[in-house]
């Protein structure tokens, strides 16, 4: 009974009239809840120290939602278990969650690979640059689903150098181009995306990578964007993917 149920650090969510958008950032995975789904998730949310499913129950009035109060609880517990069970909550046992630390091989991985990118750069070795991040964001994906890329983009630093203007932009993003024609496997928005944001954050500007998506149909989507403009997708991407998951 003194369950508390928290919505897990690796899962980020956006909600519009039409519901609400999951993004499970270590799986890379996306789920969709309408109706009373959403307006439960949303108090989930709203409640960061954690919420017993009685709780949840007694938010809602159960003449509102057209259940009655033992049709409205098992509706309750169905969902959080379900969430559970997909690793999108968490459970507290009247207990602080515990400290879910990134493992410590990500880390190495990215300061190693940041290390080797600056110094491509710096060789003017730029392409090769792009196709050894693609390599190994490749390698992430297959692995460990999306969870090392998204560490990658967290931790990479943008490069103390002159401000870079848009004609450098556009000479990455055409040098990304080039990289992705010439790498061996299938690269997906997500691999691309992941890798030009890092690409130009070594080149000194503050890119930043999104993620949105659309309802119909239900697919997610990334791209990059600086100053707010997108550099590497059509314009029109972000009203068609407007329902924005992650900007980081």
């Known amino acids: 009974m003194s369950t508390r149920f928290i919505v897990s650090s690796d899962v980020c969510s956006a909600t519009d009239k039409d519901g609400t958008t999951i993004f499970d ?29 009685i709780e949840l129950v007694n938010t809602f009035d159960p003449r509102v939602e057209d259940h009655s109060q033992t049709e ?15 690793g999108i909550i968490d459970s ?3 207990q602080l969650v515990q ?10 991985l990215t300061q190693s690979l940041i290390t080797s990118v600056k110094l491509l750069i710096y060789l003017r070795l730029v392409f090769l640059a792009a196709l050894l991040q693609l390599f190994v964001v490749d390698l992430g994906l297959r692995r460990g689903g999306f969870r090392l890329a998204h560490h990658l983009v967290k931790r990479w630093p943008i490069a103390v150098r002159a401000i ?16 992705v024609r010439y790498y061996p496997g299938n690269t997906a928005c997500l691999q691309r995306s992941s890798v030009l944001t890092c ?13 949105g998506c659309r309802k119909i149909p239900f697919k997610g989507h990334a791209w ?3 100053d707010g ?17 992650l900007k980081y």
């Not at 409205?72 to 997909?86: D, P, R």
């Not at 400290?99 to 190495?108: A, G, L, N, Q, V």
């Not at 997108?230 to 407007?242: A, I």
């Open 25 to 53: 950032v270590k799986a890379g995975k996306l789920y969709s809840l309408i109706g009373l789904g959403s307006a439960i998730w949303n108090e989930v949310i709203s409640h960061p120290e954690g919420v017993m499913t």
């Open 72 to 86: 409205l609880a098992a509706y309750v517990e169905t969902l959080i278990g379900q969430l559970s069970q997909h």
């Open 92 to 94: 507290i046992d009247g």
């Open 99 to 108: 400290d879910k630390r990134t493992p410590f091989w990500p880390e190495i």
């Open 164 to 179: 870079c203007g848009s004609d450098e932009v556009q000479k990455v993003c055409r040098t990304m181009d080039h990289a």
């Open 199 to 211: 690409l130009l954050r070594s080149h000194g500007v503050a890119a930043r990578m999104v993620i």
């Open 224 to 226: 990059v964007e600086v």
């Open 229 to 245: 403009t997108v550099v590497n997708d059509q314009l029109k991407v972000q009203s068609v993917c407007g329902n924005i998951l």
